[in-house]
């Protein structure tokens, strides 16, 4: 059997790994770190850190590299190919490294259950009969660390959040009966779609990292701002990950 631990680290800062996450790591026979495109070698220096500072016995740690989403074509077919993909990386891994069973543990940028698929592609590893038993052990998530980062609250007094995706909100619009909508997984821009009189926007990018940036305002001022500071991050480091609270005012 594979004992999979589902790691939850944070968005960048070593600082914020849980003592659980230290102690899962460490439980862990085997983790296994995935490589991305060039431009994202940030994301996978931040976790080798994170092992070499916080793994303090015997774990082997393996890189592997991760396959590359289509772009074109339906996206949610895309996606779902794409999971079958790594689930055979991670199945390829696993017979390799640990062919008699043990613990496996990954390193989940965020939480593994906020707009994570860590899970799902796990789902496909017992849907080929292996026999795997999954631990999760949550993490700091980027909406936690972009409300800390602003020093604001998640929701307005007694009201709801609607946490939802840039591709959502560019083809719906502001969720019905929302005070305020959380956006992740934004390509960019997508509040540019929805009406900005009377909405606050906080914005950030590389939250937890060293080159964090941070825009807050109401949304018609800052906007635009915030469109050409994440056009110049993403050339400056070939790379972004981003994410925003949006609110409006109390009528």
Same mark, same amino acid.
């Given at each position: 059997?594979?004992?999979?631990?589902?790691? =939850?680290? $944070?968005? =960048?800062?070593?600082?914020?790994?849980?003592?659980?996450?230290?102690?899962?790591?460490?439980?862990?026979?085997?983790?296994?770190?995935?490589?991305?495109?060039?431009?994202?070698s940030d994301l996978i220096a931040v976790r080798r850190q994170m092992c070499a500072d916080m793994l303090d016995g015997s774990t082997k740690v393996v890189e592997f590299?991760?396959?590359?989403?289509?772009?074109?074509?339906? %996206?949610?077919?895309?996606?779902?190919? &794409?999971?079958?993909?790594?689930?055979?990386?991670?199945?390829?891994?696993?017979?390799?490294?640990?062919?008699?069973?043990?613990?496996?543990?990954?390193?989940? &940028?965020?939480?593994?259950?906020?707009y994570d698929s860590t899970l799902r592609i796990a789902d496909r590893l017992r849907a080929q009969s292996m026999d795997l038993n999954v631990t999760v052990v949550p993490g700091i998530s980027s909406l936690q660390?972009?409300?800390?980062? /602003?020093?604001?609250?998640?929701?307005?007094?007694?009201?709801?959040?609607?946490?939802?995706?840039?591709?959502?909100?560019?083809? /719906?619009?502001?969720?019905?009966?929302?005070?305020?909508?959380?956006?992740?997984?934004? $390509?960019?821009?997508?509040?540019?779609?929805?009406?900005?009189?009377?909405?606050?926007?906080? &914005?950030?990018? %590389?939250? $937890?990292?060293?080159?964090?940036?941070?825009?807050?305002?109401?949304?018609?001022?800052?906007?635009?701002?915030?469109?050409?500071?994440?056009?110049?991050?993403?050339?400056?480091? =070939?790379?972004?990950?981003?994410? %925003?609270?949006?609110?409006?005012?109390?009528?």
């Amino acid at each position: 059997m594979i004992a999979l631990t589902l790691i =939850g680290i $944070g968005t =960048g800062d070593p600082a914020q790994l849980t003592l659980a996450a230290i102690r899962a790591m460490n439980a862990a026979d085997l983790i296994l770190l995935p490589r991305k495109s060039e431009e994202k070698s940030d994301l996978i220096a931040v976790r080798r850190q994170m092992c070499a500072d916080m793994l303090d016995g015997s774990t082997k740690v393996v890189e592997f590299d991760l396959p590359v989403r289509r772009s074109e074509g339906d %996206y949610l077919e895309a996606v779902s190919d &794409w999971h079958d993909a790594i689930a055979q990386c991670w199945a390829a891994q696993i017979a390799k490294h640990l062919p008699d069973g043990g613990k496996l543990a990954l390193l989940v &940028w965020g939480d593994p259950s906020l707009y994570d698929s860590t899970l799902r592609i796990a789902d496909r590893l017992r849907a080929q009969s292996m026999d795997l038993n999954v631990t999760v052990v949550p993490g700091i998530s980027s909406l936690q660390a972009l409300t800390a980062a /602003h020093a604001i609250p998640l929701n307005a007094l007694a009201e709801p959040v609607v946490i939802t995706t840039g591709r959502q909100l560019r083809d /719906h619009g502001w969720p019905a009966q929302a005070d305020s909508v959380a956006v992740m997984l934004d $390509g960019g821009g997508a509040f540019q779609a929805i009406d900005p009189a009377g909405v606050t926007i906080w &914005w950030g990018a %590389y939250l $937890g990292m060293a080159q964090q940036a941070l825009i807050a305002g109401a949304l018609g001022k800052v906007g635009p701002h915030i469109i050409a500071e994440r056009a110049a991050l993403r050339a400056r480091h =070939g790379w972004i990950m981003d994410v %925003y609270l949006m609110r409006k005012e109390a009528k």
